[in-house]
């Protein structure tokens, strides 16, 4: 991964407080606001649900997801998710204002973390400029990322 790249997307996200988490569902693509975590971005996203939520389950099938922030830019995060349930996690990413917005406490049971892995992403700044940046970890593939350049398509898994 590019130093460069993600310290331009950290910028870019950082004061967007909601984002629209795209699961799969039966039906199709389904999105929903989501309250960003207010922590230093290091590639993975991080965000409070609960288990009785569709996304909990449509995650639990398909791990594929899509990240988008509307803000000074337009971003587009493309990853995958997967549900923790470490509960010094959960306690190290609570605030107060998840006791009011989920009405319980982060040692709840039903309470779990989705942590979405970025592998790509794509951004539009003002004035309609296109980049694309490709995020390649070594705890996922071993190897550094290809530079992306504007409008290119970057495929990062196998398929």
């Known amino acids: 991964m590019k130093q460069e790249e993600l310290e331009t997307l950290r910028d870019l996200i950082k004061d967007v407080d909601t984002a629209m988490l795209t699961t799969v569902s039966d039906e199709g693509l389904v999105s929903r606001p989501m309250k960003t975590q207010e922590v230093e971005f290091d590639g ?14 449509e995650i639990l099938h398909e791990q594929d997801v899509n990240v988008a922030y509307a803000g000074k830019s337009y971003v587009s995060v493309r990853g995958r998710a997967e549900i923790v349930e470490d509960l010094n996690k959960k306690k190290e990413l609570w605030s107060k204002a998840y006791e009011k917005i989920m009405q319980t406490t982060y040692d709840d049971p039903d309470v779990i973390l ?15 400029l296109i980049k694309n940046i490709a995020f390649m970890y070594k705890r996922m593939r071993g190897k550094d990322a290809e530079s992306a350049g504007v ?4 495929q990062l898994d196998d398929k």
């Not at 996203?45 to 996304?55: P, S």
């Open 44 to 57: 993975d996203l991080w965000f409070f649900t609960k288990k009785e939520t569709d996304k909990y389950r």
């Open 114 to 128: 989705i942590k979405v892995q970025a592998e790509a992403a794509e951004y539009w700044e003002t004035g309609s």
């Open 151 to 154: 409008n290119e398509t970057v």
